[in-house]
């Protein structure tokens, strides 16, 4: 578990996500839902704060899963979730959202740049869509690096 990151010039925190979190990264999501669809399929499945209570739910207690809010003054602006953790190898997979409104002000990246002090993994690895230059940028700006392409998707990993 990661515990708590914070950000030396602004009030921004990751925390563990709990289901007190539910409402409001539903009204999140649904604030950000055009956006979000470009690029995320997991959106539309995400119609009623009970589907996210549900997700919430399944990434609490699935050990290959882990969730996280972004915070700003106790307000949830976005998640950096750990997907597909394999601890026999000591890797997992990134993701990330953030509210339109943070977005380009170097959270994320920054957020993404410190988890390999927190984890206990060795090995990470975010894939985007190629044609998501945001995500790609966050990407690079954390210290990961190109690996390869497949089926559209750019893969960036980032060893320590």
Do not use: C, P
């Not at 515990?3 to 563990?16: N, P, Q, S, W």
């Not at 390999?116 to 954390?142: F, P, S, Y």
Request: charge should be negative; glycine fraction near 4%.
């Amino acid at each position: 578990m990661y515990g708590v990151i914070y950000m030396k010039t602004k009030k921004i925190r990751l925390e563990e996500t709990t289901l007190n979190d539910t409402q409001e990264i539903f009204e999140l999501i649904n604030r950000n839902r055009d956006r979000f669809n470009q690029w995320f399929n997991w959106v539309e499945k995400v119609t009623t704060v009970e589907d996210e209570k549900e997700f919430i739910e399944i990434s609490i207690f699935d050990e290959t899963q882990e969730l996280y809010s972004i915070k700003f003054e106790n307000h949830i602006i976005g998640i950096v979730d750990l997907q597909r953790v394999d601890l026999n190898n000591a890797s997992a997979e990134v993701g990330y959202w953030i509210d339109e409104v943070f977005e380009g002000q170097g959270i994320v990246s920054n957020l993404v740049a410190n988890l390999d002090e927190k984890t206990t993994v060795d090995k990470l690895k975010i894939i985007v869509n190629r044609n998501n230059t945001r995500a790609i940028n966050v990407a690079q700006r954390a210290g990961f690096e190109f690996a390869h392409l497949i089926k559209g998707n750019i893969i960036y990993q980032k060893a320590f």
